[in-house]
């Protein structure tokens, strides 16, 4: 084999590889923002939810416009959660009240976030007196 040969040959293997690591770097890189706004969609669908618990009267098993009418449990049963924190395909959710009538939910992915070390993570905070009550901010 001559020298042009076996350079092409090297040359080829080197496209390729840096071809494979970049596809590979890209289907990560979509994953994760993939996992990211499944994260973000549930914690709205959530917080959508905590703000029909406000808003149901208590007599229908609400909370009557009033997070601290009730307790944690009865907001986790008419949320359908068995339990906090609860488990979906998407990741693990955790409801806590901060605050009267202020529900924090944090969602941690399945998917490794910009750190490298954890899930992919965004928290919503339900501030239900508030005129704009949803607010999300993404943690990594």
């Known amino acids: 084999m001559g020298t042009q040969q076996i350079l ?3 040359l ?6 840096v071809a494979v ?7 990560n890189t979509q994953a994760m923002n993939s996992n990211r706004q499944a994260i ?20 229908q098993g609400g909370a009557g416009s009033s997070i ?5 449990a009865d907001l986790y049963g008419f949320m359908g959660w068995g339990s906090n924190p609860d488990t ?9 009240i901060t605050a009267t009538n202020v529900v924090s939910i944090v969602g941690v992915g399945t998917e490794t976030g910009n750190n490298g070390t954890s899930g992919v993570s965004a928290t ?7 005129s704009s009550p949803l ?4 943690n990594n």
């Open 40 to 59: 973000v969609g549930d914690l709205q669908t959530l917080g959508a939810q905590v703000m029909q618990y406000y808003r149901t009267p208590s007599s």
């Open 12 to 17: 080829s293997v080197i496209i390729v590889g």
């Open 88 to 96: 979906t395909d998407t990741g693990v959710f955790t409801l806590d």
């Open 124 to 130: 919503l905070t339900v501030t239900c007196t508030g």
């Open 135 to 138: 607010s999300t901010t993404i």
């Open 21 to 27: 690591a970049v596809g590979i770097q890209m289907f």
């Open 8 to 10: 092409l040959i090297v």
């Open 68 to 72: 601290t009418n009730g307790t944690e």
